[in-house]
């Protein structure tokens, strides 16, 4: 695991407006045990000793993000947030000082310190790394109205997670050659693959998970009191608190 001085930036997309949740205001400033979702990614990122700076890209007109005790820490940086997610990691990527950086969904708050540690070591030895999970239940594709066209086969398949962790110039450049082109970019991993760069998987924790649904709030927050109930009672470091 690298240390403090090597200076991990962390990026986190916040700029979304969260439809899918059907509230009245983005998903990631909800409620989630006592915190809004987002403080609670924030702080995880922030706690973990080989992060140094979180850039976070912003909606123009956000409102919420400076009610949150977090957005008083002064690693935290903001930049505005573009129409589609690449353009946020983009904004922050220009001025994302450090060789690495990773990129963390907004609105998954259940990351640990073991993911993360896994996810900069498979990184840095590898080139770029991001976090997933295996498929695990029978795939299908259907055609549009939900006809089944043809079962296709799991093994080898993965859930894309997030923290997904790169070196800066090259995301950078593989973002921009990706928009300037009107490529597809789903992900940071997409763009890296498209730019011919080797992308490894490493294998996350299920409860790793991105709260896109109502119901999926609630899960979040049993998550978040299972780990608080497995940390140890007086943690000799942060990393362990949150492992």
């Known amino acids: 695991m690298t240390d403090h ?16 949740m059907g509230a009245e205001r983005p998903k990631q ?25 979180v850039i976070v890209a912003l909606a123009p007109h956000d409102r919420w993000f400076d009610t949150l005790p977090v957005a008083q820490d ?17 904004n922050a990527l220009h001025v ?8 963390h969904d907004a609105a998954r708050p259940c990351l640990t310190h073991g993911d993360l540690d896994r996810l900069i070591a498979t990184a840095m ?3 770029g790394a991001i976090l997933g999970s295996r498929v695990r239940d029978t795939m299908k594709r ?7 066209l043809a079962t296709v086969e799991r093994e080898e398949l993965w859930h894309a997670l997030t923290p997904q962790m ?21 992900d940071e991993a997409s763009a890296m693959e498209r730019a011919g760069f080797p992308v490894r998987m490493v294998e996350g924790r299920a409860d790793n998970i991105k ?33």
Request: charged share 20%; glycine share 10%; with cysteine.
């Open 5 to 20: 001085h090597s200076g991990l930036t962390a990026i986190v997309p916040a700029a979304g407006i969260g439809s899918r």
């Open 29 to 53: 400033y909800l409620q989630l045990a006592g915190m809004a979702i987002l403080e609670h990614t924030l702080t995880r990122l922030l706690s973990h000793p080989a992060i140094s700076q």
């Open 74 to 90: 002064e690693r935290i940086l903001r930049v505005e947030g573009g129409a589609e997610r690449a353009f946020s990691v983009l």
């Open 96 to 103: 994302a000082q450090g060789e690495w950086v990773l990129v």
């Open 125 to 127: 030895a590898c080139g």
């Open 142 to 148: 259907s055609d549009a109205a939900g006809n089944i």
């Open 166 to 186: 790169f070196p800066t110039g090259p995301l950078k450049r593989a973002l921009e050659e990706g928009l300037a082109l009107g490529a597809t970019i789903t």
């Open 211 to 243: 709260v896109t649904r109502p119901e999926d709030l609630s899960l979040a927050g049993l998550y978040l009191q299972q780990q608080d109930a497995r940390r140890p009672a007086r943690p000799d470091s942060p990393t362990e608190e949150l492992a």
